[in-house]
């Protein structure tokens, strides 16, 4: 009976609210992945993303482990670089992220942009003075989306080979890496806030308004809810009062379902929109993978409450999406041109090679 009671967690407002928000952006940045591949492949400029090959793919977990222990042990002299760099990178994804709304704009009412550059300008520049965290969210969830659109492998075994890879990275490092180094790694880059450079500059020209501009911030490298969500948290308290998911518990996934949403459309020359994707539900992959990510993340939540303990979200995440999508196919004979990426191959209106969109790893 108690631990029915302590899963009864799960519904509350801030890991509901959790779920729901994780589940939407992989799927959106998997759909947005897809459609990006066709425009690309349209205007024929390809170039714009990059494709991983096996050896880069299988590079991601080790250089991903460098950055870990770099933060872990240089956090505190490189966050203000850091701070500055998201900022940048987050005005470029939040643009991405709009510009197709704005084409709608501009195709419905014949303007030009009207305010997507504008907007993630004034959005990263509020973050940068109020350090809230539904900004923060914002540019993480921008950060995810344009890293699945703009990364891609060509093939499931390549996919899965890095997936397990980062399974067995996840486990290390939440798990194991106490052992080596003192504490928990993982947890203690991801409950770090950076320096804002910006009240450092507000701080040395004695600007006004200076206590209106938060002295620390948590970089958009995870989505967080206040575990009050209701009552809110005032931004800048302590990190433990936060729920957090890191972005690449939801970009990795994404990758996946990015692949065998390709795969679905290439497969079936379906158009694709979402109300395609609902009407074809038996026969598509994504429908097996997207309940699996969903299951997997309410079982790493559903761990953490139980063993009041951190988990990584990958050791439930990767075996719940990886595998029914494996299992299906294999069913369905599909396996080998999933597999090898034969059918990703075949082009949608030209003969050129178009890979899958996916994403790279973000700590």
């Known amino acids: 009976m108690e631990t029915l009671w302590t899963l009864l967690y799960l519904l509350e407002p801030a890991p509901a609210t959790l779920i729901l928000t994780a589940v939407t952006v992989t799927f959106a940045s998997a759909f947005r992945a897809l459609n990006y591949a066709k425009e690309m492949e349209k205007s024929d400029f390809s170039e714009s993303s990059i494709t991983l090959d096996t ?3 299988l590079m991601i977990p080790v250089m991903s482990s460098c950055s870990l222990l770099l933060m872990f042990y240089l956090f505190s002299s490189v966050s203000q670089l850091l701070t500055a760099f998201t900022a940048i990178a987050s005005v470029s994804s939040l643009f991405f ?3 197709p709304y704005a084409l709608y704009i501009k195709s419905q009412l014949g303007l030009s942009d009207p ?4 907007a993630a300008l004034i959005t990263v520049v509020a ?3 109020s350090g809230h965290w539904v900004l923060n969210n914002l540019l993480g969830i921008s950060i995810c989306i344009a890293f699945v659109s703009h990364v891609r492998l060509p093939n499931i075994k390549t996919c899965a080979m890095l997936l397990l890879c980062l399974f067995v990275y996840d486990i290390f490092w939440v798990f194991f890496s106490e052992r080596f180094f003192g504490a928990n790694v993982m947890v203690t880059v991801a409950t770090q806030q950076a320096s804002n450079p910006v009240h450092t500059v507000a701080n040395s020209l004695n600007l006004p308004g200076l206590e209106l501009i938060t002295k620390k911030l948590e970089l958009p ?7 009050n969500l209701l009552g809110g948290v005032v931004p800048g308290v302590n990190a433990s009062d936060f729920m957090m998911l890191g972005l690449g518990d939801m970009a990795i996934p994404a990758m996946l379902l990015a692949l065998i949403l390709c795969f679905d459309h290439r ?4 158009v694709v929109n979402l109300f395609d994707l609902k009407s074809s539900k038996g026969h598509k992959y994504i429908w097996y993978a997207l309940p699996g990510y969903a299951i997997g993340l309410v079982s790493a939540l559903a761990a953490g409450a ?14 719940s999406t990886l595998g029914p999508v494996i299992f299906v196919s294999w069913r369905r004979k599909d396996l080998a041109e999933l597999w090898e990426g034969s059918a990703l191959s075949n082009p949608i209106e030209k003969s050129h090679e178009i890979d899958i969109c996916v994403w790279i790893r973000l700590i």
């Open 221 to 227: 490298v995870k989505i967080v809810f206040p575990r």
């Open 55 to 57: 050896s880069q793919a």
């Open 127 to 129: 973050w940068l003075v």
């Open 115 to 118: 305010f997507s550059r504008a």
């Open 97 to 99: 992220w709009l510009s």
């Open 267 to 270: 497969k079936t020359r379906d």
């Open 306 to 319: 139980l063993t009041h303990s951190p988990q990584p979200a990958l050791l439930y995440l990767v075996p």
